[in-house]
C-alpha cells in the first residue's frame, strides 16, 4: 500500500483494532494512526528500522489511544488529534478541527470533523495517496455506534466522507467487516453487488485476511449507513418514504445495535 509521497502499513493491535503505519520516505517521517497499544507499534517499526515522528488520533477512545504516552515517551513523537476532544486525547500537542490541513512530510492532509461516534470524532483525508482515516466513524460496510453523538450528527458526518472520491481508500479501525457483511445483506438482501463482496470478504476472514482498506465507491453502492435513501433497506427496516434520512440512519443503527 504505497502511493508516490506515503507508504501504508496495517498493525493489527488487541483483537480486532488496526493501527496504521504512514511513512513518508522523502524526509523519514513516520506516524502510527490510533496506537492502541504499544508493542505491536514498537514491532513494526523496529522490522523496518523506523523512529516514530507522529501519533495520530481520530477520537479519544482507549482502543485508539492507548500506546499514545508510552510511544511520546521513547520516540519523543508530536501527538496530532482532533480539536473538539483535545482534553481527552494523552499527550497532544497539535490540536485540528474542520478544514485543518498537516505535512508529515511531503505527504499533506485534511481534517474533516466527523462526530457522531464521539463528539470529537475526525477523519484524516491524503488527497495525494487516496486515502482517509476514518477510525470508528466509517467501518467497511458500517459505521460505528453514537455513543456520544445523534443520527442527525452522524449522517452529517458521514455524507462528508460519501463526498470523497470515489478511489479513494477507507483505512478503518475495527476488523467488523464479515459482520457488518451479514447486518448489511439482512437489509438488502437482492443487492446483488453486496451479496458478491459479502461472499468475498468470507472467503479472505476465512484464510485469515485482512478485509480492509476498502474503496469508497464499492462502500457507496453496498454499505447500508451510506445509502439511508435506499427504498429496499427502508423497506425493509420499516422506515416510510417521508422520512428524512437522519431518522433512516437511526432506524439502521438501532438495527445493528441489536442484530
Not at 228 to 235: E, G, K, L, V, Y
Request: aromatic share 8%; glycine share 8%; charged share 25%.
Amino acid at each position: 500500500m504505497a502511493s508516490s509521497t506515503l507508504e501504508i502499513e496495517r498493525v493489527p493491535c488487541l483483537s480486532d483494532n488496526y493501527a496504521w503505519l504512514l511513512v513518508e520516505p522523502s524526509t523519514n517521517t513516520v506516524a502510527i494512526v490510533d496506537p492502541s497499544e504499544a508493542d505491536p507499534v514498537e514491532e513494526a517499526l523496529r522490522a523496518r528500522n523506523l523512529k516514530l515522528t507522529h501519533i495520530i488520533n481520530t477520537h479519544h477512545h482507549w482502543d485508539h489511544t492507548g500506546g499514545n504516552l508510552e510511544l511520546k515517551e521513547r520516540h519523543g513523537a508530536t501527538v496530532v488529534g482532533p480539536a473538539a476532544d483535545r482534553d481527552r486525547i494523552p499527550g497532544i500537542d497539535v490540536a485540528l478541527g474542520q478544514g485543518d490541513r498537516y505535512k508529515l512530510g511531503a505527504a499533506e492532509f485534511e481534517t474533516l470533523d466527523t462526530p457522531g461516534h464521539t463528539r470529537g470524532h475526525v477523519t484524516y483525508y491524503f488527497p495525494d495517496a487516496k486515502a482517509a482515516f476514518t477510525g470508528d466513524t466509517l467501518f467497511s460496510l458500517g459505521c460505528g455506534r453514537f455513543f456520544e453523538g445523534t443520527p442527525a450528527q452522524m449522517q452529517i458526518s458521514l455524507s462528508k466522507i460519501a463526498k470523497l472520491p470515489a478511489d479513494t481508500r477507507i483505512f478503518c479501525g475495527h476488523e467488523y467487516t464479515a459482520s457488518n457483511a451479514k447486518f448489511a445483506a439482512s437489509v438488502d438482501p437482492d443487492n446483488e453487488f453486496l451479496l458478491e463482496w459479502k461472499r468475498k470478504i468470507e472467503q479472505a476472514r476465512a484464510a485469515g485476511k485482512a478485509t480492509v482498506p476498502s474503496l469508497l465507491g464499492d462502500e457507496l453502492q453496498a454499505n447500508p449507513f451510506l445509502r439511508p435513501d435506499s427504498a429496499a433497506i427502508r423497506q425493509a427496516l420499516g422506515v416510510p418514504p417521508s422520512a428524512s434520512n437522519d431518522e433512516a440512519l437511526g432506524a439502521i443503527r438501532k438495527a445493528k445495535d441489536s442484530f
